[in-house]
């Protein structure tokens, strides 16, 4: 497609529910993020993928978030029994060159606003 | 966490003043970016200035990077109502992630 696509835009779960939340990347990018935006707050990183490796999850706030990219292309963020500090924006990025060759922009996606309530 | 931290927090001007936002971090980056939040939007890469590179324009923009004081400045000149918005800086220090900081609120009234 012609940009980072991400659906639902919008998500209110209810405490304890489980999420599921996508990712469609730039076809062709190799690179693919995950970014967690509190309100008022910069984006904080959460995992990255490199195809259909899954290279760094560091940022993954505890066992309950879990992301897969199984074929290379399209991600899942998967949050179980959610919690009201979930609450947040989920944003997606994808980025063509792989590591070694750094120095390119990350296109976004709107993101995913969800509402543990 | 985030790494860097943009300055001022907010800032208001009028059309067709100039707008200038720092950005302080605290590692050794690859390269620093600036990027564009609208209100309930996803974020737009404006720029992106390598660690060897000083000073970057295009169009309206100007960034300058001070890697002896961990710091960049953006500058945008002319700016016009559609400017309105919140700008974050970004650093890659090469492990792909990219470390945000916490924003700053542009407000340019017409």
């Known amino acids: 497609g012609a940009g980072v696509s991400q659906s639902p835009r919008y998500k209110v779960a209810k405490r304890g529910q489980d999420v599921a939340l996508r990712c469609d990347p730039i076809?062709?990018?190799?690179?693919l993020f995950w970014y967690q935006q509190a309100l008022g707050q910069g984006p904080e990183f959460l995992t990255y993928f490199q195809n259909e490796a899954q290279l760094d999850k560091s940022g993954l706030p505890s066992d309950r978030f879990f992301a897969e990219r199984p074929e290379g292309s399209v991600s899942t963020l998967k949050i179980q029994r959610t919690q009201q500090e979930d609450s947040a924006v989920y944003l997606c990025?994808?980025?063509?060159?792989?590591?070694?060759?750094?120095?390119?922009?990350?296109?976004f996606g709107q993101g995913t606003r969800l509402t543990v309530v | 966490s985030q790494q860097g931290e943009e300055d001022p927090q907010a800032l208001s001007i009028q059309e067709g003043e100039n707008a200038t936002m720092n950005c302080s971090y605290k590692t050794s980056i690859n390269n620093l970016q600036w990027y564009r939040q609208n209100s309930g939007r996803g974020l737009v890469h404006l720029i992106l200035?390598?660690?060897?590179?000083r000073e970057k324009h295009s169009g309206r923009l100007r960034v300058t990077l001070d890697t002896s004081k961990k710091s960049s400045s953006l500058l945008i000149t002319a700016s016009r109502a559609a400017d309105t918005a919140s700008y974050f800086c970004?650093?890659?220090?090469?492990?792909?992630?990219?470390?945000f900081g916490k924003g700053m609120k542009l407000t340019v009234n017409p």
């Open positions: 990025a994808s980025s063509g060159p792989p590591t070694g060759a750094r120095n390119t922009e990350a296109f």
């Open positions: 200035i390598r660690s060897n590179e």
């Open positions: 076809s062709g990018h190799v690179s």
């Open positions: 970004a650093t890659d220090d090469g492990s792909e992630k990219l470390v």
